[in-house]
């Protein structure tokens, strides 16, 4: 299994950072990542270990999809995928150790399991048809959704900070992974896990502003604070 150096914490002011929806294949991804907000927040409320089981299940999808159409457009084209392949199958698979740790700190139900299996089904295809009409808008949409991981995230580190949360020793395989001290704590993981999240939300409103050459320049100071 491939680890990972645990890096910096992003600053403040990074971790806030949020983007303005600018036309409408924005605001379209804005507003269904409000709608599945929503949904989350009524149904998992503050049981932050059981919500990260279901929604990296969902998380790890989009890069595997954009992933596997950039390499078939990649052979199509007979051009270089300027390192977007990797980017994406990268992310994927951070996502699914997102995943595998938190497994062992939340124990899924056999409803969130099935749970699990629908969320996937539908998010797999119905992603697959938005990334081959518009890849722009799927990057800006999994942009979105990482700044919402941000936030919940921070609230999970919040809860565990006020004695809300339980705060165990961090499971075995995420010391291995992101390369943790043998008497790491959950909250550590949590931090690891959020910076990721801030990463990915970079990379993949990056990638929308690529798609977009007029409005590159103009979309890289759209950034506001949360």
């Not at 919500?51 to 270089?80: F, I, Q, W, Y």
């Not at 150790?97 to 749970?115: G, Y």
């Amino acid at each position: 299994m491939a680890s990972r150096t645990d890096a910096a914490a992003p600053p403040p002011d990074a971790l806030a950072a949020r983007r303005r929806p600018l036309d409408l294949s924005d605001r379209v991804a804005y507003g269904l990542t409000r709608l599945l907000r929503f949904f989350a927040d009524a149904f998992f409320r503050t049981r932050y270990g059981h919500r990260a089981v279901v929604l990296e299940t969902v998380a790890a999808v989009p890069g595997m999809v954009g992933g596997m159409l950039n390499h078939l457009k990649s052979l199509r084209r007979m051009e270089d995928d300027r390192g977007w392949i990797k980017t994406l199958l990268d992310e994927a698979e951070n996502e699914r150790m997102h995943l595998m740790t938190f497994i062992a700190v939340a124990k899924p139900s056999a409803f969130e399991r099935a749970l699990v299996l629908i969320a996937q089904g539908v998010f797999f295809n119905a992603f697959f048809v938005l990334y081959l009409v518009s890849p722009r808008t799927a990057h800006r949409l999994v942009g979105y959704f990482e700044e919402e991981a941000v936030v919940s995230y921070t609230a999970y580190l919040a809860e565990i900070d006020a004695g809300r949360a339980d705060n165990p020793p961090a499971p075995e395989i995420a010391r291995r992974y992101w390369r943790l001290p043998a008497d790491a704590r959950l909250r550590d993981v949590v931090l690891a896990v959020r910076a990721d999240e801030a990463g990915h939300r970079d990379v993949n409103h990056g990638f929308a502003d690529v798609l977009t050459p007029a409005r590159a320049g103009a979309a890289r100071g759209d950034a506001v604070r949360a």
